[in-house]
């Protein structure tokens, strides 16, 4: 039962859930999830709490980036279902009272969506101006190295510009070559974007996830000219990412959006940009509910914070720095605005193998994990399998990896020597996205219940420790602590709306911080640490006696008598008392 928060949006106590498809449930044995098995696992969602289903692509694509190259915007890729199949799905799910959000994918499309393949076929081609086409950089021929328009590096390895034989100009793809920028600064585009997005809201979805939104606008000189990026040292391109985050006219694009999509539509729809760089003043502006930009936003600090030089180059976690950077959005949103609050996706190695401990500790350190993230002010999103504490892939050989990013990087640090195949095999392990995509385990049968045919990708050999099936007749699994963590949210308004205050912040073991809203207090205790580690906190009498209201390990070794008892290895605690 979720209280009502009268002067709060729904979405400040709703918890969010992620379903990347080509991994939850395949229905036709063909190995690749789809809606059918979406809606088969329903129940699961259902009983685990959550209020709002994510779904990340599932329209027509080519695959190139495992979806986020869209071929059609208003149809269903034929390996996931059909619309009869995506309408029947969204009929359940409200059905049982959640919402679902569907993933927009308009920074760019797939090279195969008819808009690109018009705007390829001439310079003169009406569509031309939809994409970011431009001539070889001044005295240079066209096709050869350094010819490139701006020395940008894409996201997915090499050059960000492809050169079309055809028409002798190159093409901004700021991800893989297959998914050529749309240019948003041409208002056919917007205004296409706008309709195709009021069809889905027309059929009944309730909001969108929206892939990297703040690239949309780029920085464009008087004569449409883009300029270089800085190269770092050693680097084989220019960084363009200050040159498209965040750009010049994406509040005015945010605002058009809201004003042709969501204005005077229903109330009940959730918005989240992901936004790679952004800051927390950007993130003010995006979601200040008075600028009617979108709800919340996904930042990215906290998930690069154990980056050395790149994503690839990992480093220990440093408690204090997570606790300086989640301080630091939590008061910056704390009166305008609003956070979002995850961990894991389908793009980041999963945080019990990153951040926690995915061996002895394994469910210890992921409902520590939950708890000091949950109980953060913003809103929650569970990654699919995250509830029961699946681990990363820890893969072996690079023909077990699958997604773009993860075997171009492995490409071109070898073509260019940067390192060995071991080294960047360990790196993968650590980083690659492809941790986070493996299916999901239903069960202890064959392919962990996920399908009946040949998986996609390599299912984690775990599966017979960690599926759904025994987590859900084990009242003391994650996946029931996740379930009374949702149910905390959903019933005492602290969570929701409480003022923020972070406590030991030196601490680099221990995560504590108070949440405190009328005469609710809680105290929210995390040992990040494989030692049992001491509760500082400066008035710890104050709160023997209080309720213990969550804890993931075996209560009963907990006494309340005069003060805090040290956390366990990797324990999470929540206290509630009354004040004032
Ligand atoms: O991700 C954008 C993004 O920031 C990621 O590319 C991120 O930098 C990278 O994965 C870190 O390793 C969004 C989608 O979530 C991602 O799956 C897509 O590949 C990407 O956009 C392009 O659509």
Redesign the pocket.
């Known amino acids: 039962m979720t209280v009502s928060l009268p002067d709060a949006p729904w979405w400040a106590s709703a918890v969010v859930y992620q379903v990347y498809p080509r991994s939850f449930a395949d229905s036709d044995g063909d190995g690749i999830g789809d809606l059918r098995g979406i809606a088969s696992k329903l129940d699961h969602l259902e009983l685990l709490g959550v209020d709002v289903i994510w779904l ?1 692509p599932v329209y027509p694509s080519p695959q190139d ?2 979806g ?2 869209i071929s059609d915007y208003q149809g269903i890729d034929p390996t996931f279902g059909t619309l009869d199949d995506f309408d029947a799905l969204l009929a359940d799910v409200h059905a049982r009272g959640m919402k679902l959000v569907m993933d927009l ?1 308009v ?2 499309t797939s090279d195969e969506h008819p808009w690109f393949v018009e705007s390829r076929s001439s310079q003169d081609h009406p569509k031309r101006d939809w994409y970011w086409w431009r001539p070889a950089r001044e005295g240079m021929e066209a096709g050869q190295p350094g010819a490139e328009p701006t020395n940008w590096g894409s ?1 997915f390895s090499g050059s960000a510009w492809q050169h079309d034989e055809v028409t002798g100009e190159y093409y901004l793809h700021l ?1 893989s070559r297959k ?1 050529p920028d749309l240019n948003w600064e041409n208002p056919e585009v917007r205004e296409a974007l706008y309709a195709m997005m009021r069809w889905w809201l027309d059929r009944g979805v309730d909001g969108f996830r929206m ?2 939104i703040n690239f949309i606008s780029k920085d464009m000189a008087a004569d449409g000219s883009l300029p270089d990026g800085d190269v770092p040292d050693g680097g084989l391109f220019g960084n363009g990412r200050p040159h498209f985050t965040c750009g010049p006219r994406i509040h005015e694009f945010l605002q058009e959006m809201h004003r042709e999509v969501f204005a005077g539509r229903r109330s009940g729809l959730l918005t989240v940009g ?1 936004m ?1 760089g952004v800051t927390v003043d950007d993130a003010i502006l995006f979601t200040d509910p008075a600028r009617a930009e979108v709800d919340m936003v996904f930042q ?1 600090e906290h998930v690069e914070l154990d980056h050395g030089a790149d ?1 690839w180059d990992v480093r220990p976690l440093r408690l204090t720095d997570l606790k300086k950077s989640f301080g630091r959005w939590q008061l910056g949103l704390a009166d305008v605005g609003w956070n979002s609050l995850y961990w894991d ?4 190695p999963r945080a019990v193998s990153r951040f926690g401990d995915d061996g002895e500790f394994r469910e210890r350190s992921a409902t520590m994990l939950a708890t000091v993230l949950h109980l953060h002010r913003g809103t929650p999103y569970v990654y699919q399998g995250e509830e029961l504490g699946m681990t990363g892939a820890h893969f072996e050989r690079i023909d077990q990896y699958r997604d ?2 993860s075997l171009n990087h492995f490409a071109e640090a070898l073509e260019h020597g940067r390192a060995t195949e071991e080294s960047l095999l360990e790196a993968l392990r650590a ?1 690659s ?1 492809d941790n986070s995509r493996t299916p999901v385990q239903w069960d202890a049968t064959e392919n962990a219940g996920f399908t009946t045919g040949e998986p996609w990708i390599a299912v984690n050999p775990n599966y017979p420790e960690i599926n759904a099936a025994e987590q859900h007749d084990n009242p003391s699994s994650v996946f029931h602590f996740y379930r009374s963590l949702i149910t905390l949210r959903h019933a005492e308004p602290a969570v929701a709306l409480g003022d923020f205050t972070m406590l030991m912040p030196d601490d680099e073991a221990v995560y504590a911080f108070l949440r405190r809203h009328g005469q609710t207090e809680l105290l929210v205790l995390g040992n990040f640490s494989p030692e049992p580690r001491p509760v500082l906190i400066s008035d710890t009498a104050a709160w023997t006696g209080a309720q213990l209201v969550l804890c993931n390990i075996d209560s009963g070794a907990v006494t309340d008598d005069s003060s805090l008892p040290e956390l366990q290895p990797w324990e999470a605690r929540v206290y509630r008392r009354q004040v004032g």
């Open positions: 990340s980036d495992a986020y190259d994918v920074n760019h996201a991800f998914q892939d990297v992901e790679p990215f994503k996706n389908h793009d980041a773009i990013e980083s996205r």
